[in-house]
């Protein structure tokens, strides 16, 4: 595609023909009270109706997307922890890739000492070494509770296994350093990228949410010019760049928008809606 990303409510001159939808959670497809709008829900609703598989891509933990797929009554795998975990709604595990243990150790060991919000996700289990303000209110968006335990090092080494996903809490400046610093020490050992300019996600190189999407349409057929992702920030990417309609938010990051497809509304103005009723539907 040439030119500048055509944004709603321009329209392609032809309708695509989507048969897989993938929908990032936060800043996408809920609004910033966190919840799925009614006339949203209708339009998912009307996608699977004419034979579109819908699913979840997010970097939130299992646990935490599920409420969601079940509100919407999918019963597809659900792309989780940026793809290193994709299960089904009734917990059925389709591939999990955590890092090694021994990498987990020392990736904790470099990012302890920065003494940030350090969070570690184990078996859809998160922990913590102490509460802190930051800790809290991401409980709070979440919903889930948090482990609290004296060392996460200590755990770690103690474990059978390592994490699925290790994140950062921190200011924006941070974070980018942190990022920064993370390329230099780790290089191609971890995938560090920001789902919000206050929260680094950390997971192995090799997963992703454009990689578990991949594997997905390929499982059911399904041509890359027919998958659409809708997401708005730096974790939405790869799979964005995948998609034959990579689908950015307009309350995206500007990274994200460049490489996007389309561009839709808001999540407050009901952007997920506006690109299904205008793409997808008949």
């Known amino acids: 595609m040439t030119g500048k990303t055509p944004a709603y409510p321009v329209l392609p001159d032809e309708k695509p023909d989507i048969r897989l939808l993938a929908l990032d959670l936060d800043d996408s497809l809920l609004t910033d009270a966190l919840v799925i709008t009614p006339r949203t829900k209708k339009a998912i609703q009307a996608a699977r109706a004419q034979g579109v598989t819908v699913t979840l891509a997010t970097g939130r933990m299992f646990q935490s997307a599920l409420p969601y797929a079940r509100e919407l009554e999918l019963e597809v795998p659900l792309i989780t922890y940026q793809g ?7 917990g059925r595990i389709i591939s999990h890739q955590p890092f090694d243990r021994q990498l987990s150790i020392e990736l904790l060991e470099f ?13 859809d289990e998160f922990y913590i070494e102490k509460s802190s303000p930051e800790a809290e209110v991401y409980r709070a968006r979440i919903r889930t509770n948090f482990h609290e335990v004296p060392s996460l090092t200590a755990m770690m080494a103690g474990g059978s296994e390592g994490a699925t996903k290790i994140a950062v809490i921190a200011g924006a400046e941070q974070i980018r350093e942190i990022t920064a610093a993370m390329q230099e ?11 919000k300019p206050t929260f680094l996600e950390i997971n192995r190189p090799d997963t992703g949410k454009g990689v578990a999407l991949a594997v997905m349409a390929a499982g059911l057929g399904i041509e890359r010019r027919q998958v659409m992702a809708i997401g708005d920030s730096p974790n939405d990417l790869d799979m964005i760049e995948y998609a034959g309609w990579g689908v950015a938010m307009a309350n995206g990051e500007e990274s994200v928008k460049e490489k996007a497809r389309w561009i839709t509304a808001s999540n407050e103005e009901e952007g997920v809606a506006i690109a299904i009723e205008l793409l997808l539907l008949s």
């Open 84 to 90: 290193a975990l994709v299960c089904m709604p009734d």
């Open 111 to 123: 990012l302890l000492p920065y003494g940030y919000q350090v969070n570690v996700y184990v078996k």
């Open 185 to 195: 020490r780790f290089g191609k050992k971890a995938l560090a990228v920001p789902s």
